[in-house]
């Protein structure tokens, strides 16, 4: 068994083991779930030490037939694309068990949901097969609902509901689009994603559009793009705060992830829609602001601003250049930081509360002054502040952005809709710190306690990483540049 099996079913390891522990013995349950999830970590940080930056291709692959007539394989490997998004995952899924002490009723199903959507996660980020990632991609669904519709707030059933409904919705366009390619696939005899990348190839430019249109409703709702982000804010308000912090960490990233992918296989169908992904990701950014910066609800705030985020991402994906795939890969891994720590920090001060209405605070500094310092560094990262990783990717987006739309003579004007979503990102999270910790304490929150040593193990990991890859870029960048610069080859090579 090779190194990414063991990573991959480490967390299926852990359900099993916890499947045959009492639902009473709530101490072991927690320390076998942060055991397990500590472990996909520190085997993670082991790839990394000896993934080769510098080599484009796959590592590490594993491959084993399961049925060769359908073409279909047990095939893993990473890239400079999936090796970020893993590191991200068993991060955030570790600091999601570290924050959910809180949890009291049924423990055991809880550990168990997070242990099976770690596994499910992984699986989408390691497949090298379409089947494969497909089968991962709808088994993370099933944790989900469950731990939205058992462990949520008081909606917590219409949003399970809204999110399995939208998401399996979009699945079956993915699904109508991977079936086109494969009956092209077939002749050249397996569905691994290089060779359905030169199936692609073979089929006529129409079908490519439409399939393509299919790969960006199915990734789109996950991701979310307008206008397919109905089931998001009403999933990340009424989801318990450390499966907000996956939700919004992770899975949103796996939609883009899988964006990518069929946009360098398809680029010239990308080509051809590429105003129209342009006009989405814009539209994003700032429906997503404006709406961000209506709520006084704090998770309902985070949950917008990650829609203006994630437009961020496919504006960097639609600009088809080095620079704008840079910024959207660095914004995945800047927006699962910076969504992470805010969900989590919202979800300690809910806890502490009971309220997450913004006007119910104010002067927070005074009585959690290392609440207050965390939340300001967070909230200025989001809004893209100079020595925070959300500055370099909206950088790198931006620069791909205005080369790309010059080139079809749209640059100053695109350049206009771009700055006014970053300044009314800034307004939201400006009037938030003013909102939090300004003016006089009100009575109710005078003897509100400050973060415990456990909680500023967690934020401080987040937040600090936020703050490191924002002054020194160089580790992150290199990661992924060699894997980029060649989709960048096959994109230029195909459309031009």
Not at 140 to 167: D, E, M, Q
Not at 327 to 339: E, N, P, R
Request: proline content about 4%; some cysteine; hydrophobic content about 55%.
């Amino acid at each position: 068994m090779g190194i990414l099996s063991i990573l991959l079913w480490t967390p299926a390891a852990g359900v099993l083991l916890l499947a045959l522990i009492s639902g009473q013995n709530i101490q072991l349950i927690r320390y076998i779930a942060n055991l397990f999830t500590t472990i996909a970590f520190l085997l993670v940080c082991w790839l990394l030490s000896i993934y080769n930056a510098h080599d484009a291709n796959l590592q590490f692959n594993e491959y084993f037939p399961l049925n060769p007539k359908l073409g279909s394989a047990y095939a893993l490997g990473i890239d400079g694309l999936s090796m970020p998004m893993l590191v991200l995952a068993t991060l955030l899924t570790s600091i999601a068990l570290l924050a959910s002490f809180s949890v009291s009723s049924s423990v055991k199903g809880y550990h168990i949901c997070i242990l099976l959507l770690e596994f499910g996660m992984l699986g989408v980020f390691l497949a090298q097969d379409w089947a494969l990632f497909y089968i991962f991609w709808e088994v993370t669904l099933i944790p989900l609902f469950f731990l939205i519709g058992r462990w949520g707030g008081k909606r917590r059933h219409t949003a399970s509901l809204n999110f399995v409904l939208y998401t399996m919705g979009g699945s079956v366009f993915m699904l109508i689009s991977l079936l086109a390619i494969s009956q092209y696939d077939l002749e050249h005899g397996g569905s691994l994603m290089s060779s359905m990348h030169q199936a692609a190839q073979d089929m006529p430019r129409v079908e490519q559009v439409l399939v393509l249109l299919g790969f960006v409703i199915g990734f789109g709702v996950k991701m979310p793009i307008f206008p397919l982000h109905g089931w998001l804010p009403l999933a990340h308000v009424e989801a318990p705060s450390p499966v907000s912090i996956l939700l919004s960490g992770i899975l949103l990233k796996m939609g883009a992830y899988g964006l990518i992918r069929a946009v360098v296989m398809l680029p010239e169908a990308a080509k051809l829609l590429q105003p129209f992904l342009i006009f989405l990701g814009l539209f994003g950014m700032l429906y997503g602001g404006l709406l961000a910066w209506r709520q006084r609800d704090l998770k309902a705030m985070v949950a917008y601003s990650s829609i203006s985020h994630m437009g961020i991402v496919l504006l960097g994906i639609a600009t088809l250049n080095e620079a704008g795939i840079t910024g959207a890969v660095l914004q995945m891994t800047a927006h699962g930081l910076i969504a992470g720590a805010l969900f989590l920090l919202v979800g300690l001060l809910y806890e502490r509360t009971h309220t997450r209405n913004i006007q119910d605070y104010s002067s927070l500094v005074q009585v959690m002054p290392r609440f207050a310092l965390f939340m300001t560094l967070t909230l200025l990262a989001a809004m893209g502040l100079p020595g925070s990783v959300g500055f370099i990717a909206e950088l790198h987006t931006l620069i791909g952005t205005y080369s790309s739309s010059s080139s079809i003579g749209l640059g100053m004007g695109l350049m206009v809709f771009f700055s006014m979503s970053i300044l009314i990102g800034s307004a939201y999270a400006v009037r938030t710190i003013s909102l939090l910790f300004t003016g006089p304490v009100k009575p109710q929150m005078q003897q509100v306690k400050d973060l415990t040593a456990p909680e500023l193990l967690a934020a401080g990991i987040l937040v600090s990483s936020v703050v490191a890859f924002g002054l020194m870029p160089g580790p992150l960048l290199d990661l992924s540049a060699a894997t980029i610069g060649q989709m960048n080859g096959v994109i230029s090579q195909r459309i031009l």
